[in-house]
């Protein structure tokens, strides 16, 4: 069967809504890419069905850049023994310290993201009370473990927006080049079963509802409410597809995804 497209690009966040880092491979399990989103802030004063504090809050946030200490946490390391027993044996994730988060402010401050200093920091420079939170390993997304955006629906919203609509604003894990060039041909393939590379399979599950982060420059924290209110009336809201994993495995940028 003919690929219907390929991973352009693989995204994770070390801490939820900060900025992200571009890998070149990552284990995407059951709770989702490994090593995304780890960390996140939460707000003593916030809503208790969702207590995170986020660019959506103040667009300074965005602007932090979380860096894992260790380069070693993007697939298990015993990842081939646990592959060649059979499928669906979960191999074991890095230790807690492998996935260790340092964040660089937007002055250049670095901080140990478990530190007092940094709950200290953030509380003092967004006035409110706030601190970290580690899920150990487990992806701490807003609804589903995975999501994704394609290029082709980028390049649509850019000419219908008549400016550049830089992929990164809508944070996704995987940046998808769909072979046949159709903008929101993401949309088409809810409830599909897809297989990314040599064994990772997965779901789209829905499409993805936007909100403010769409509206903020991925660089300067700037914002377009043009974007969301486009959005919003042309697409009701949606953009992107959530998705989840139905077979364990290690995605690579360049891997064929096709049907199952």
């Known amino acids: 069967m003919a690929a219907l497209g390929k991973i352009e690009k693989i995204w994770r966040y070390?801490?939820?809504?900060?900025?992200?880092?571009?890998?070149?491979?990552?284990?995407?399990?059951f709770g989702g890419v490994?090593?995304?989103?780890?960390?996140?802030?939460?707000?003593?004063?916030?809503?208790?069905?969702?207590?995170?504090?986020?660019a959506r809050d103040d667009e300074d946030f965005m602007l932090y850049r979380p860096h894992f200490k260790s380069d070693n946490n993007r697939v298990p390391s015993d990842w081939a023994e646990f592959e060649?027993?059979?499928?669906g044996i979960h191999p074991l994730y890095p230790e807690r310290d492998q996935f260790a988060v340092e964040v660089e402010s937007p002055e250049g401050q670095v901080f140990d993201i478990e530190s007092p200093a940094f709950n200290e920091h953030m509380s003092k420079r967004f006035e409110v009370d706030l601190r970290t939170h580690l899920s150990a390993q487990k992806s701490q997304v807003d609804c589903r473990p995975l999501s994704l955006?394609?290029?082709?629906?980028?390049?649509?919203?850019?000419?219908?927006?008549?400016?550049?609509?830089?992929?990164r604003r809508f944070r996704p894990n995987f940046?998808?080049?769909?072979?046949?060039?159709?903008?929101?041909?993401?949309?088409?393939?809810?409830?599909?079963?897809?297989?990314i590379g040599a064994r990772c399979e997965i779901i789209f599950l829905e499409r993805d509802p936007r909100c403010k982060m769409i509206t903020l420059d991925?660089?300067?924290?700037?914002?377009?409410?043009?974007?969301?209110?486009?959005?919003?009336?042309?697409?009701?809201?949606?953009?992107?597809v959530y998705g989840a994993v139905l077979v364990e495995g290690v995605i690579k940028e360049g891997d064929e995804i096709s049907l199952v």
């Not at 490994?34 to 986020?54: C, H, I, Q, S």
């Not at 060649?84 to 499928?87: G, I, K, L």
């Not at 629906?153 to 550049?164: A, I, P, V």
């Open 218 to 240: 991925p660089d300067t924290g700037d914002g377009t409410p043009k974007i969301l209110k486009h959005v919003t009336l042309a697409h009701e809201g949606y953009t992107g």
């Open 175 to 195: 940046l998808v080049n769909w072979s046949n060039g159709t903008g929101y041909y993401e949309n088409t393939l809810i409830g599909q079963r897809l297989k």
């Open 34 to 54: 490994m090593g995304d989103r780890v960390y996140g802030v939460l707000n003593a004063a916030g809503e208790k069905g969702f207590p995170w504090f986020t």
């Open 149 to 167: 955006i394609s290029q082709q629906t980028c390049d649509q919203l850019s000419s219908e927006l008549d400016m550049n609509m830089d992929y």
């Open 14 to 29: 070390p801490v939820k809504g900060m900025q992200g880092e571009v890998i070149s491979e990552a284990f995407t399990g």
């Open 84 to 87: 060649s027993v059979a499928p």
